[in-house]
Every structure is written in structure tokens, then in C-alpha cells.
T-cell receptor, first 118, second 114 residues
Framework: NAGVTQTPKFQVLKTGQSMTLQCAQDMNHEYMSWYRQDPGMGLRLIHYSVGAGITDQGEVPNGYNVSRSTTEDFPLRLLSAAPSQTSVYFC?????????????????FGQGTRLTVV | AQSVTQPDIHITVSEGASLELRCNYSYGATPYLFWYVQSPGQGLQLLLKYFSGDTLVQGIKGFEAEFKRSQSSFNLRKPSVHWSDAAEYFCATGRLGGYNKLIFGAGTRLAVHP
């Protein structure tokens, strides 16, 4: 199992450019999430998905779009990059509580994408 | 609203010394609590988690944490720190049906002196 795979690992964008951060998981997890990590602020939830075709906003969704066409993939799109989006981005996945009938599970994280917007 | 506070931004300990990292949460109902560790340039690895039951939770790498409802705390402890424990530690909380929607503290960076 590869777990949660994020690409690219590093990216530099110019202000106004667009790009997609890729996230894939091979654990058949229903839940997937995107977080951004900024110094002194921990990780903050951007968007999340509870299954294919279903997404919702997290704490800091502005400037980001997501879609979930398959269980495995959950890409994060920046339509017009801004310097404020310079951050480290983490994708996470976890099982559905309803699927397992238990609440005893955890979120698995990718290795992160370090994005710099100049 | 739920929140997590890690009062210590940086902590330095000597190798072999004991460690306690503080975490306070704010949530009306029983929270789900997690400690994650992040080594430089790496993703997050789960150390331990609390959902219910025994308030003293054992995790990987010799870590443990104790849930204290009266103090709204979930402090992480290790009796003897190794140099390889130098990393950033995050406390996080989730809620029933939404444990994937984690709320993180700001993190505590641990340095270990030889």
C-alpha cells in the first residue's frame, strides 16, 4: 500500500497562475481532506469530501476548489494563486464511521506539497 | 466552537529527561483527541488517540497521554526522551462523525539536547 500520495512535493507559482495539487489514496477511504499548514497556526482544514461526488468547505476554503469524481482521488485547485496561499498543503484520508460501525479510526496524511507563490 | 491550545511553542529537553507537552481543548461534549508528530519535511504520523474509556492512552514510540475532563486537557508524556524525538508535535480534536475534520493546535516544536 502506498497510502496517501501527494504530487508535486514542491511548486513555485507566479501570482495569478493556476495549478492543481494531486492527492490519491489506495486504502478505499471514503473521507478525504485538504489542510494547509502555516507557521504558528497548525493545520487548517480547506475542503473535505465524505465520498465520491460529495464535497464541502472547511475553515479556510476561499481561493480553492475541489472535486471528487472517484474514491481514490481528491485534487485541490488554485484558480488564481496569491502570495497568501504560500503554505504547505497536506491531504488526508480516513475510513467512514458508518462503514465500519465504529469510531475508532484515524486520518492518514500524505507527505505534503510545499507551495510558494511569488 | 471547538478549539485546541498548545501553550508551549518551543520546548527543549536533554536526552534521557522526561517530557510533557501540554494540550487544552474546548468542546462541550466528549471530544476525540489525537496527538500527531511531524518530523522535518515529513507528513504527520499519529502517536495516539482517545475516543472513550480508559483516560490513560498508550501510543507508539513510548508516548502516552492522559485525558482529564476536569482540566480540559490531553497532555502528552514520555518518561525518557531520545534524540530522535526532536520534531513538531500537534494536538488535534475531532468530533463524532467528523473525526476527519480535525482541528489542530498550533504545535510544539521539541528540541533534544545530547
Amino acid at each position: 500500500n502506498a497510502g496517501v500520495t501527494q504530487t508535486p512535493k514542491f511548486q513555485v507559482l507566479k501570482t495569478g497562475q493556476s495549478m492543481t495539487l494531486q492527492c490519491a489514496q489506495d486504502m478505499n477511504h471514503e473521507y478525504m481532506s485538504w489542510y494547509r499548514q502555516d507557521p504558528g497556526m497548525g493545520l487548517r482544514l480547506i475542503h473535505y469530501s465524505v465520498g465520491a461526488g460529495i464535497t464541502d468547505q472547511g475553515e479556510v476554503p476561499n481561493g480553492y476548489n475541489v472535486s471528487r469524481s472517484t474514491t481514490e482521488d481528491f485534487p485541490l485547485r488554485l484558480l488564481s494563486a496569491a502570495p497568501s496561499q504560500t503554505s504547505v498543503y497536506f491531504c488526508a484520508s480516513s475510513y467512514s464511521r458508518l462503514l465500519l460501525q465504529v469510531v475508532n479510526t484515524e486520518a492518514f496524511f500524505g507527505q505534503g506539497t510545499r507551495l510558494t507563490v511569488v | 466552537a471547538q478549539s485546541v491550545t498548545q501553550p508551549d511553542i518551543h520546548i527543549t529537553v536533554s536526552e534521557g529527561a522526561s517530557l510533557e507537552l501540554r494540550c487544552n481543548y474546548s468542546y462541550g461534549a466528549t471530544p476525540y483527541l489525537f496527538w500527531y508528530v511531524q518530523s522535518p519535511g515529513q507528513g504527520l504520523q499519529l502517536l495516539l488517540k482517545y475516543f472513550s474509556g480508559d483516560t490513560l492512552v498508550q501510543g507508539i514510540k513510548g508516548f502516552e497521554a492522559e485525558f482529564k475532563r476536569s482540566q480540559s486537557s490531553f497532555n502528552l508524556r514520555k518518561p525518557s526522551v531520545h534524540w530522535s524525538d526532536a520534531a513538531e508535535y500537534f494536538c488535534a480534536t475531532g468530533r463524532l462523525g467528523g473525526y476527519n475534520k480535525l482541528i489542530f493546535g498550533a504545535g510544539t516544536r521539541l528540541a533534544v539536547h545530547p
